[in-house]
Structure formats: C-alpha cells, structure tokens
T-cell receptor, first 117, second 114 residues
Framework: GAVVSQHPSWVICKSGTSVKIECRSLDFQATTMFWYRQFPKQSLMLMATSNEGSKATYEQGVEKDKFLINHASLTLSTLTVTSAHPEDSSFYIC?????????????FGPGTRLTVT | GDSVTQMEGPVTLSEEAFLTINCTYTATGYPSLFWYVQYPGEGLQLLLKATKADDKGSNKGFEATYRKETTSFHLEKGSVQVSDSAVYFCALSGDKAAGNKLTFGGGTRVLVKP
C-alpha cells in the first residue's frame, strides 16, 4: 500500500515550452503533497507544499509563477514548469502525505527527470 | 530552523564490511527521524525511522537509534552487500504545526565493491 506514481518518468522539452508533471497517490487519499527538486549528486530541496483545494505554499526562493502547482483532487497534484530553460533541467520528485492514527509519513514517487534543450 | 548534517561521501568499502553513516540534527520540538535510500535513477525509499528518543529503527539489516542527548541518528549495517550501493539520506520531520515538512541531509553515496 501507499504507492505514489509520477508521470512521465522522463521528459525532454525545448527551451521556452512548458511541461507538466503528474503525481498520483494510487491507493490512498492525500490532502497534502510535496514537490522536491534534486540536482545531480545533491540532496532534495523542497519546492512547495501542495494542498488539495487551496493554493500551494512555496518555499523561499522558488518562483511560483514559473512552477505552477495544482492539487485538483485528493489523489492528484501537478507541477507545470512554464517557459522552461536549460537551468530547469533537474530530477523532480513528489511525495504524498498519509496520516495513520498518530503517525504521519510521506511516500515518495519515483521521480521525473526533466531535460530542457 | 531545522537542519540535518550527515557525513559526506563517497564511502567505498568491500562486501561484508561494517558500514556507519553519521547523522546529526538540530530541531525544535520532538521530530521524527528517517533514513531514506535512493538507488541510481530512482526515487526515495524509506529505509527505517524512529519517532521518539531511544527508539531503534531497523530494516534489511540496517539499524539506527534516536539519540536525543547527542541529537544523532547514525545508520549502521554489520555486513554490507554490493546491492547496498546507493545514496543514503538522513531526514527529520517537523510536526503538524510545521507542515510535516521533511528536512534532508546532503546524502551519502555508498559504493560496495565485491
């Protein structure tokens, strides 16, 4: 249980175009999902917290107009990289939060590798 | 703010060797502590966790004990295998008031040679 999927697993797009990444919780409902960015050989950087039915909360330094997040349902959050540039090339990972009794845990998707040419 | 510091890699060792990856943290309140593993080209998998002081998390031969007095959560495995080659991340989770956010350490790359 508690499986999170991402689509696509990898994408190549041209500079100036937009690309959408989907994050789905397959067997549970998640009121909160998180989006991370990971540069090669580096740690994960939290970009934003996505809340179902409300606006996402962005971390300091993350451009909300460039990285559009929509949490349309309890099982789906999307990240759209608008007007992509080569410096946006990265590994994007989402996670979905699940509360079970007193415990809260994040379950991670397999990641999406974005290459902007 | 919260932070996690873990030893830098890469760590290279031979099969059946003993592995230790140090992790220390600073946090307000009483965070939960985690170790995640990332295999090449993949996302993160939870390896083990501990939610309160003196708890020991264990999985797949790995262990880590939540030491509040030293603010540490060191990862250990007595006999590593080639398949343990991966990047290991130590992380802490803030409470609900903090948005349940995870704060990650920088990651430690481990390479196990046959």
């Amino acid at each position: 249980g508690a499986v999170v999927s991402q689509h696509p697993s990898w994408v190549i797009c041209k500079s100036g175009t937009s690309v959408k990444i989907e994050c789905r919780s397959l067997d549970f409902q998640a009121t909160t999902m998180f989006w991370y960015r990971q540069f090669p050989k580096q740690s994960l950087m939290l970009m934003a917290t996505s809340n179902e039915g409300s606006k996402a909360t962005y971390e300091q330094g993350v451009e909300k107009d460039k990285f559009l997040i929509n949490h349309a349902s309890l099982t789906l959050s999307t990240l759209t990289v608008t007007s992509a540039h080569p410096e946006d090339s990265s590994f994007y990972i989402c996670s979905a939060g699940l509360t079970s009794g007193p415990r809260y845990e994040q379950y991670f998707g397999p990641g999406t590798r974005l290459t902007v040419t | 703010g919260d932070s996690v510091t873990q030893m830098e890699g890469p760590v290279t060792l031979s099969e059946e060797a003993f592995l230790t990856i140090n992790c220390t943290y600073t946090a307000t309140g009483y965070p939960s502590l985690f170790w995640y593993v990332q295999y090449p080209g993949e996302g993160l998998q939870l390896l083990l966790k501990a939610t309160k002081a003196d708890d020991k998390g264990s999985n797949k031969g790995f262990e880590a004990t939540y030491r509040k007095e030293t603010t540490s959560f060191h990862l250990e495995k007595g006999s590593v295998q080639v398949s343990d080659s991966a990047v290991y991340f130590c992380a802490l989770s803030g409470d609900k008031a903090a948005g349940n956010k995870l704060t990650f350490g920088g990651g430690t790359r481990v390479l196990v040679k046959p």
